[in-house]
């Protein structure tokens, strides 16, 4: 059986990490194996808090064992990382990744570099910023970075269209095949802004910034893994990029519609397949 591996925080209630990105990609025909590196009763940007803790790194090694000992390892076709819970965790996912690609060398490893946003209530652990930088984005087929996080990487400050595509430039000279900036928030205030880029070309991804009273949190998780189950259906990567950006588009409609806070991706689960809108990518170069 083939499926993607999911190394995420999960959260009990609502959708982060696991608990966004998992249906997705179930949507789409895949058979995700979730992995968690923390369980919280819900996504911390709660005032009234949450509770729930982070896994040791090798609990993530051990159940990854227990994947290698029924041979399920070679169908593996992608592993995806997200949000850590402590600096060791990032060695684990190293390790997961060295050991899927010993079994399947075609499998593809998507890193989504979360560093944490202070000003939202997402933190992370010490240490793990640098392990991500250091360590696990130069190893990743994929990097699924936003603004601050590509700067992080590169060392680039992005204020304008030109600035990202040359850090785009730098983080593949790093090691990654390709860049998807999950959001680009210095280009503009009227439009979301995504890049995409790989190889000589970059693409330009924009929809309607949708005014939420409290911006949903999961939607980088989201971007992951619609871009990754795209790339493993065969599309090409800018046919993959225009339909992540369609599809979460209708996902974020939907929620604000019903003026919730928590990504509504059940109810608008159509969308996954079909998106209704079509917003085309633009070559940059």
Same mark, same amino acid.
């Given at each position: 059986m083939k499926g993607v591996l999911s190394i995420q925080s999960h959260v009990v209630f609502g959708h982060a990490g696991n608990s966004s990105a998992v249906f997705p990609l179930q949507r789409m025909g895949f058979e995700v194996w979730p992995l968690h590196t923390v369980q919280f009763s819900n996504h911390t940007q709660y005032p009234q808090g949450w509770r729930g803790c982070a896994f040791k790194a090798e609990t993530i090694s051990e159940l990854v064992s227990g994947l290698d000992a029924i041979h399920v390892l070679k169908g593996c076709q992608a592993v995806i990382s997200g949000y850590l819970g402590n600096i060791d965790q990032c060695q684990a996912v190293i390790n997961a990744v060295s050991l899927v690609k010993q079994q399947n060398p075609e499998?593809?490893?998507?890193?989504?570099?979360?560093?944490?946003?202070?000003?939202?209530?997402?933190?992370?652990?010490?240490?793990?910023?640098?392990?991500?930088?250091?360590?696990?984005?130069? $190893?990743? #087929?994929? *990097?699924?970075?936003?603004?601050?996080? =590509? &700067?992080?990487?590169?060392?680039?400050?992005?204020?304008? $269209?030109? #600035?990202? *595509?040359?850090?785009?430039?730098?983080? =593949? &000279?790093?090691?990654?095949?390709?860049?998807?900036?999950?959001?680009?928030?210095?280009l503009s205030a009227s439009s979301f802004s995504m890049m995409l880029a790989g190889g000589e070309h970059c693409y330009l991804a924009q929809r309607p910034n949708l005014e939420f009273a409290r911006h949903p949190v999961g939607v980088g998780d989201l971007i992951s893994a619609l871009f990754t189950g795209g790339l493993l259906k065969g599309w090409s990567p800018v046919d993959a990029f225009e339909h992540c950006n369609n599809a979460c588009y209708e996902i974020l409609k939907e929620t604000l519609r019903r003026n919730e806070w928590e990504l509504q991706t059940i109810a608008a689960q159509e969308a996954i397949i079909s998106p209704a809108s079509g917003f085309s990518v633009i070559c940059l170069n």
């Open positions: 499998a593809l490893y998507v890193c989504d570099p979360v560093m944490g946003s202070p000003e939202k209530g997402c933190i992370v652990p010490a240490g793990v910023a640098e392990a991500l930088i250091d360590k696990a984005m130069p $190893l990743a #087929d994929v *990097i699924v970075p936003n603004q601050f996080e =590509l &700067s992080q990487f590169t060392g680039v400050a992005i204020d304008s $269209l030109e #600035d990202a *595509i040359h850090a785009c430039k730098v983080a =593949l &000279s790093k090691g990654p095949d390709m860049v998807l900036v999950k959001h680009l928030h210095s």
